[in-house]
């Protein structure tokens, strides 16, 4: 590239010898080599957004195992590839720094935060479930049939996939729970 | 609708574009508002005045569309000559029992065609179960069909004075437009014109909708909103035909999908009632009170016992009621609010908080967090630590020194979930459809799914059992499902198909009319058969909107049978012809002898609109081929319920608990069937009371989500709007000597929190009853934590604890509280303050 070529390709330039500065008198030779995350992207995965019960369509941009964009699915017959400001940031609620992702444990009456491993967390648990289910556990009430515990209970929010609230349902009522609700009566 | 669904209102935008007129009524101006063609604000907590009106404008004018109403409704049955109206009992219906705060429905059904005809099975808590009244009654309500006669006696012409429609009519006479101007704080004019407008919509050639959230449900008549607005839709011809309907926008993604498969105490997947303690002894008497025997819920044994050989498998055989048995049993409210009060009482032990945070989310705030305090364990799966994973070492009581983190015995395990992208798996959104989403990436660190979570919970639980009795239901639990991955997730298509159902033959069943009551199919949740017809996962579908009709039946999959419009024959008239060739949308073939139209038919595709039930026909046998309304007991639209609600067969105004003005129309003030909870933690302010003379109503922003948990972390929004604030009136503002972009304080009995004043003009001051009512504005998304890059105090923390009958809901969205100038006063001085203005 000559200096005269590359000097002519430099912005400020041509936006001096009176082109317009808001067209492509402001490209420059990086903005040319500049693609969107888009279209670099080893996958896209078909989704929805988690905030509102519009269920707009996302379409979610994946690089080297990791989600690099999120945008509206212009299939989408609800949405029509649009996303409100929730939905066009829900990119950070999966990658933003601050996110905790390693399980974290609180002894009875403690005052700090402990590490816990996952699979002990679990046992740890499940350990209280079974306990607790046969300490609580009660057969009739008021002489009839309950077989059920009131010592254990749940809340869930309502943005469970129907395959976790089938789940949860499921093993809850065969442990005898019956306190299990949702945000959907919130 | 703009503000909370905001992608969801460019189809208000797309319908004003071809000319409809959108009104928007709220106390509030906002960008809804701005893009409406009339503003009416209203004081929070009287619409039923205003959609009572509107009914009185449409019976007394002649406006209802009177060949629908004849053959869809129950216009022309007659109503029991005990039938007391709250027009003789100056705001009560008849079977009122003022000690248990319950009615008894008895006096509310229709009088039979035949006289000694027998009541019809089921009707044991529609004809006078009282002593079952919390059991039996409200939690069932939502659940299975409310039951009635299906042959009542019928006046077609709409004279006899105790048929529906001039039952109806005395009922709302009083509801004028001068009270929606004294109680509402409508005037007259705005009141005729959106009545006008709401008449000339409606018809053969148009139709008028109503969309509606959480401001016309978290309410102590919350159930009877919806229904005024169900009786208005009906009287107009409105239900079952395009443009038509009442619009539920539900606030969270797969909102609906949690209560379709509920994590909800009171029902089982599909609607089914859970049984009570002492009246569902066995299947067989949990069938005879389950639902209606006539309609779709006739078919309740099918939907029942496949659900529980799909929990049980070959354990649950014809010889042992396909271990009905196992299924635990209900003894009144196991709401979350008296669960709450449980944990306190110490009652409840251990607590499991998934993707929910009622420490800010709640209403009572202080009270949901003494629950918690008061647990032995606590589980609390989220994607940030929320304030009621912290609220031992942070909360507010720790602040004011009530409660010291050495003092809470709550053991508490934070397990970081899998964000929407890292699992598969389906939401529903607020129209029935289910949308499955790939997964993109895999959850990082601990972070795992709900379903990874209580997959392997439940493996681990079951091989801690003993060889007990009380351990056989989780023994016997199908709970098999294939895992991928390093760890070991569960595939949750397998669990889509088991919800699916299958066949005696194993394979995928498509519909649920092919579900058996012998125990050969299999069903997690029968308004969800055919998700996974022909062995395909439905939800998934994704042809593109642009290369489908409107309807758009190729994407995703709708419950139930991909009906994207619920009653649907409603859009043809009683011969099966449009009504209009303009709302043609689904109509009789005469020629091919079938339904057909833009959508899948709401009715039984062959049932001619000439069928007619014959005697003693039951399920949808018993419903005629002009009857729409296919789940309910009769096929018709209910102007007036004979059973099914726990606080009147129609809709009356009460005041909110909390109010600051009389009842104009009544002298029951507020509902008498409200659930109050006389308790310590949770006091109210009392009614009329000039210590807290001012409307206080909650609300959300576009950039926030609920109480902030998904919403306050993320920089983009958390920039959006950085901080808590409550809005008011100029006239307010210098009532009180409030400034813009200063401080206030918010007081109720139950709590006081700061916040930065918004004085606008969008929040009005009303005119009524001589008097002028201000209301102030609060968004709830703030909390003290919560991993939050901004923070603020909770507005839940004002709320009381004080629900609907029917449903349990809360009342958060008309209370009452001061504010004055400044910060609130920290530490013991707020505790002093706040009792302050309960003493007096
Ligand atoms: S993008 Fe906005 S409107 Fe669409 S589903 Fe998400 S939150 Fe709702």
Same mark, same amino acid.
């Given at each position: 590239?000559?200096?005269?070529?590359?000097?002519?390709?430099?912005?400020?330039?041509?936006?001096?010898?009176?082109?317009?500065? @808001?067209?492509?008198?402001?490209?420059?030779? *990086?903005? +040319?080599?500049?693609?969107?995350?888009?279209?670099? %992207? &080893?996958? #896209?995965?078909?989704?929805?957004?988690?905030?509102?019960?519009?269920?707009?369509?996302?379409?979610?941009?994946?690089?080297?195992?990791?989600?690099?964009?999120?945008?509206?699915?212009?299939?989408?017959?609800?949405?029509?590839?649009?996303?409100?400001?929730?939905?066009?940031?829900?990119?950070?609620?999966?990658?933003?720094?601050?996110?905790?992702?390693?399980?974290?444990?609180? @002894?009875?009456?403690?005052?700090?935060?402990? *590490?816990? +491993?996952?699979?002990?967390?679990?046992?740890?648990? %499940? &350990?209280? #479930?079974?306990?607790?289910?046969?300490?609580?556990?009660?057969?009739?009430?008021?002489?009839?049939?309950?077989?059920?515990?009131?010592?254990?209970?749940?809340?869930?929010?309502?943005?469970?996939?129907?395959?976790?609230?089938?789940?949860?349902?499921?093993?809850?009522?065969?442990?005898?729970?019956?306190?299990?609700?949702?945000?959907?009566?919130? | 609708?703009?503000?909370?669904?905001?992608?969801?209102?460019?189809?208000?935008?797309?319908?004003?574009?071809?000319?409809?007129?959108?009104?928007?009524?709220?106390?509030?101006?906002?960008?809804?508002?701005?893009?409406?063609?009339?503003?009416?604000?209203?004081?929070?907590?009287?619409?039923?005045?205003?959609?009572?009106?509107?009914?009185?404008?449409?019976?007394?004018?002649?406006?209802?569309?009177?060949?629908?109403?004849?053959?869809?409704?129950?216009?022309?049955?007659?109503?029991?000559?005990?039938?007391?109206?709250?027009?003789?009992?100056?705001?009560?219906?008849?079977?009122?029992?003022?000690?248990?705060?319950?009615?008894?429905?008895?006096?509310?059904?229709?009088?039979?065609?035949?006289?000694?005809?027998?009541?019809?099975?089921?009707?044991?808590?529609?004809?006078?179960?009282?002593?079952?009244?919390?059991?039996?009654?409200?939690?069932?309500?939502?659940?299975?069909?409310?039951?009635?006669?299906?042959?009542?006696?019928?006046?077609?012409?709409?004279?006899?004075?105790?048929?529906?429609?001039?039952?109806?009519?005395?009922?709302?006479?009083?509801?004028?437009?001068?009270?929606?101007?004294?109680?509402?704080?409508?005037?007259?004019?705005?009141?005729?014109?959106?009545?006008?407008?709401?008449?000339?919509?409606?018809?053969?050639?148009?139709?008028?909708?109503?969309?509606?959230?959480?401001?016309?449900?978290?309410?102590?008549?919350?159930?009877?909103?919806?229904?005024?607005?169900?009786?208005?839709?009906?009287?107009?011809?409105?239900?079952?035909?395009?443009?038509?309907?009442?619009?539920?926008?539900?606030?969270?993604?797969?909102?609906?999908?949690?209560?379709?498969?509920?994590?909800?105490?009171?029902?089982?997947?599909?609607?089914?009632?859970?049984?009570?303690?002492?009246?569902?002894?066995?299947?067989?008497?949990?069938?005879?009170?389950?639902?209606?025997?006539?309609?779709?819920?006739?078919?309740?044994?099918?939907?029942?016992?496949?659900?529980?050989?799909?929990?049980?498998?070959?354990?649950?055989?014809?010889?042992?009621?396909?271990?009905?048995?196992?299924?635990?049993?209900?003894?009144?409210?196991?709401?979350?609010?008296?669960?709450?009060?449980?944990?306190?009482?110490?009652?409840?032990?251990?607590?499991?908080?998934?993707?929910?945070?009622?420490?800010?989310?709640?209403?009572?705030?202080?009270?949901?967090?003494?629950?918690?305090?008061?647990?032995?364990?606590?589980?609390?799966?989220?994607?940030?630590?929320?304030?009621?994973?912290?609220?031992?070492?942070?909360?507010?009581?720790?602040?004011?020194?009530?409660?010291?983190?050495?003092?809470?015995?709550?053991?508490?395990?934070?397990?970081?979930?899998?964000?929407?992208?890292?699992?598969?798996?389906?939401?529903?959104?607020?129209?029935?459809?289910?949308?499955?989403?790939?997964?993109?990436?895999?959850?990082?660190?601990?972070?795992?799914?709900?379903?990874?979570?209580?997959?392997?919970?439940?493996?681990?639980?079951?091989?801690?059992?003993?060889?007990?009795?009380?351990?056989?239901?989780?023994?016997?639990?199908?709970?098999?499902?294939?895992?991928?991955?390093?760890?070991?997730?569960?595939?949750?298509?397998?669990?889509?198909?088991?919800?699916?159902?299958?066949?005696?033959?194993?394979?995928?069943?498509?519909?649920?009319?092919?579900?058996?009551?012998?125990?050969?199919?299999?069903?997690?949740?029968?308004?969800?058969?055919?998700?996974?017809?022909?062995?395909?996962?439905?939800?998934?579908?994704?042809?593109?909107?642009?290369?489908?009709?409107?309807?758009?039946?190729?994407?995703?999959?709708?419950?139930?049978?991909?009906?994207?419009?619920?009653?649907?024959?409603?859009?043809?008239?009683?011969?099966?012809?449009?009504?209009?060739?303009?709302?043609?949308?689904?109509?009789?073939?005469?020629?091919?002898?079938?339904?057909?139209?833009?959508?899948?038919?709401?009715?039984?595709?062959?049932?001619?609109?000439?069928?007619?039930?014959?005697?003693?026909?039951?399920?949808?046998?018993?419903?005629?081929?002009?009857?729409?309304?296919?789940?309910?007991?009769?096929?018709?639209?209910?102007?007036?319920?004979?059973?099914?609600?726990?606080?009147?067969?129609?809709?009356?105004?009460?005041?909110?608990?909390?109010?600051?003005?009389?009842?104009?129309?009544?002298?029951?003030?507020?509902?008498?069937?409200?659930?109050?909870?006389?308790?310590?933690?949770?006091?109210?302010?009392?009614?009329?009371?000039?210590?807290?003379?001012?409307?206080?109503?909650?609300?959300?922003?576009?950039?926030?989500?609920?109480?902030?948990?998904?919403?306050?972390?993320?920089?983009?929004?958390?920039?959006?709007?950085?901080?808590?604030?409550?809005?008011?009136?100029?006239?307010?503002?210098?009532?009180?000597?409030?400034?813009?972009?200063?401080?206030?304080?918010?007081?109720?009995?139950?709590?006081?929190?700061?916040?930065?004043?918004?004085?606008?003009?969008?929040?009005?001051?009303?005119?009524?009853?001589?008097?002028?009512?201000?209301?102030?504005?609060?968004?709830?998304?703030?909390?003290?934590?919560?991993?939050?890059?901004?923070?603020?105090?909770?507005?839940?923390?004002?709320?009381?604890?004080?629900?609907?009958?029917?449903?349990?809901?809360?009342?958060?969205?008309?209370?009452?509280?001061?504010?004055?100038?400044?910060?609130?006063?920290?530490?013991?001085?707020?505790?002093?303050?706040?009792?302050?203005?309960?003493?007096?």
């Amino acid at each position: 590239m000559g200096a005269r070529e590359w000097a002519g390709r430099w912005p400020v330039l041509r936006q001096l010898a009176g082109q317009d500065p @808001r067209r492509d008198a402001a490209r420059s030779a *990086r903005t +040319d080599a500049l693609v969107p995350r888009t279209a670099t %992207a &080893d996958s #896209v995965a078909r989704s929805v957004c988690p905030y509102c019960a519009v269920g707009c369509g996302q379409l979610v941009y994946v690089k080297d195992g990791k989600v690099t964009q999120i945008e509206g699915d212009p299939d989408s017959p609800i949405s029509r590839g649009r996303l409100c400001p929730k939905g066009s940031a829900s990119k950070q609620l999966v990658t933003r720094p601050g996110r905790v992702t390693e399980v974290l444990y609180r @002894r009875p009456h403690g005052t700090g935060w402990e *590490r816990l +491993d996952l699979e002990r967390a679990m046992d740890m648990i %499940a &350990d209280r #479930v079974v306990e607790t289910r046969r300490r609580t556990w009660e057969q009739t009430c008021e002489g009839e049939q309950v077989r059920r515990t009131l010592g254990i209970a749940s809340l869930g929010g309502a943005t469970l996939d129907n395959e976790e609230n089938y789940l949860m349902k499921k093993l809850y009522t065969a442990m005898g729970a019956v306190q299990i609700e949702n945000q959907a009566r919130i | 609708m703009a503000e909370c669904h905001p992608v969801g209102f460019q189809w208000v935008m797309e319908a004003k574009a071809r000319g409809t007129k959108v009104f928007h009524i709220d106390p509030r101006f906002t960008r809804t508002s701005a893009m409406a063609d009339h503003h009416v604000p209203i004081r929070a907590g009287s619409d039923i005045v205003l959609l009572g009106a509107l009914i009185n404008h449409v019976l007394s004018g002649g406006h209802d569309f009177r060949e629908y109403v004849l053959a869809y409704t129950n216009a022309a049955d007659i109503v029991s000559a005990e039938f007391r109206d709250t027009e003789d009992l100056d705001g009560l219906f008849s079977g009122f029992d003022a000690e248990s705060r319950t009615y008894d429905p008895a006096s509310w059904s229709y009088e039979p065609a035949e006289e000694g005809e027998a009541a019809p099975r089921g009707g044991e808590h529609a004809g006078g179960g009282r002593h079952h009244a919390e059991t039996a009654r409200p939690d069932q309500y939502g659940s299975g069909g409310a039951t009635a006669h299906p042959r009542p006696r019928r006046d077609e012409t709409l004279t006899h004075p105790r048929c529906v429609y001039q039952l109806l009519k005395r009922h709302f006479s009083r509801y004028s437009p001068e009270m929606v101007e004294q109680m509402c704080g409508i005037p007259a004019a705005d009141f005729h014109r959106l009545a006008a407008a709401v008449v000339a919509a409606s018809g053969r050639e148009h139709t008028t909708a109503w969309v509606y959230s959480v401001g016309w449900t978290q309410h102590t008549v919350g159930v009877q909103y919806i229904r005024s607005a169900a009786i208005l839709q009906l009287l107009l011809g409105n239900m079952g035909r395009p443009g038509g309907g009442i619009l539920a926008l539900r606030g969270h993604a797969s909102i609906q999908g949690s209560t379709d498969i509920p994590t909800l105490f009171n029902i089982l997947p599909g609607y089914l009632p859970m049984p009570k303690a002492g009246v569902n002894r066995g299947l067989e008497e949990y069938l005879a009170h389950a639902a209606t025997d006539t309609g779709f819920w006739g078919n309740k044994r099918s939907y029942l016992v496949s659900l529980l050989k799909s929990w049980w498998g070959d354990a649950a055989t014809a010889a042992n009621d396909y271990c009905y048995d196992y299924l635990p049993r209900l003894t009144g409210d196991h709401g979350t609010y008296s669960t709450v009060l449980g944990q306190i009482d110490g009652t409840v032990k251990g607590y499991f908080v998934v993707g929910e945070n009622p420490a800010v989310g709640s209403s009572g705030g202080r009270t949901q967090r003494l629950g918690l305090a008061g647990l032995e364990w606590l589980v609390v799966r989220d994607m940030t630590l929320i304030e009621t994973a912290t609220f031992w070492r942070d909360g507010p009581e720790i602040e004011t020194g009530e409660l010291r983190p050495e003092d809470i015995g709550t053991e508490v395990f934070f397990l970081p979930a899998a964000s929407h992208v890292e699992k598969e798996g389906t939401f529903t959104q607020t129209q029935r459809l289910l949308q499955w989403r790939e997964k993109a990436v895999e959850p990082p660190g601990d972070c795992r799914s709900d379903l990874w979570f209580y997959y392997h919970l439940g493996k681990r639980i079951r091989q801690r059992l003993a060889d007990d009795e009380i351990d056989r239901p989780l023994r016997d639990l199908t709970w098999d499902y294939p895992e991928h991955g390093e760890s070991r997730e569960p595939s949750a298509e397998a669990v889509l198909r088991e919800i699916n159902g299958t066949g005696p033959d194993g394979r995928a069943l498509s519909s649920y009319l092919d579900l058996k009551a012998d125990g050969s199919t299999r069903c997690g949740c029968w308004i969800y058969c055919g998700v996974y017809a022909d062995e395909v996962n439905q939800a998934a579908r994704r042809k593109p909107g642009g290369e489908q009709s409107l309807v758009a039946p190729e994407w995703g999959w709708a419950w139930p049978l991909n009906r994207r419009m619920l009653y649907n024959r409603a859009s043809a008239d009683p011969r099966g012809r449009p009504w209009s060739e303009r709302k043609a949308y689904v109509w009789w073939d005469e020629e091919r002898g079938e339904w057909t139209g833009a959508d899948v038919p709401d009715f039984e595709r062959d049932k001619s609109p000439d069928y007619r039930p014959p005697p003693g026909a039951t399920a949808q046998a018993a419903i005629s081929g002009t009857d729409p309304f296919i789940m309910q007991a009769d096929g018709k639209g209910w102007l007036f319920a004979p059973s099914g609600l726990g606080d009147g067969p129609l809709p009356a105004h009460y005041e909110p608990h909390e109010s600051p003005l009389p009842n104009l129309l009544y002298g029951q003030r507020a509902n008498p069937a409200r659930k109050i909870y006389d308790r310590p933690e949770t006091p109210y302010n009392p009614a009329g009371s000039s210590r807290f003379p001012y409307v206080l109503t909650t609300y959300r922003l576009t950039e926030h989500h609920t109480a902030g948990g998904m919403s306050r972390t993320l920089p983009y929004l958390a920039e959006l709007q950085p901080e808590m604030f409550c809005e008011v009136s100029p006239e307010l503002a210098a009532e009180r000597g409030l400034v813009n972009g200063g401080w206030a304080t918010i007081v109720t009995s139950r709590a006081a929190i700061e916040a930065r004043v918004l004085v606008s003009g969008r929040v009005r001051a009303l005119r009524l009853q001589g008097r002028t009512i201000h209301q102030v504005g609060v968004p709830y998304h703030w909390g003290w934590a919560g991993g939050g890059v901004v923070t603020g105090d909770a507005a839940n923390d004002l709320m009381p604890i004080v629900l609907d009958p029917n449903v349990y809901i809360q009342e958060g969205k008309a209370s009452t509280c001061d504010i004055r100038p400044g910060r609130r006063p920290t530490g013991r001085a707020l505790l002093d303050l706040i009792e302050e203005y309960r003493r007096e």
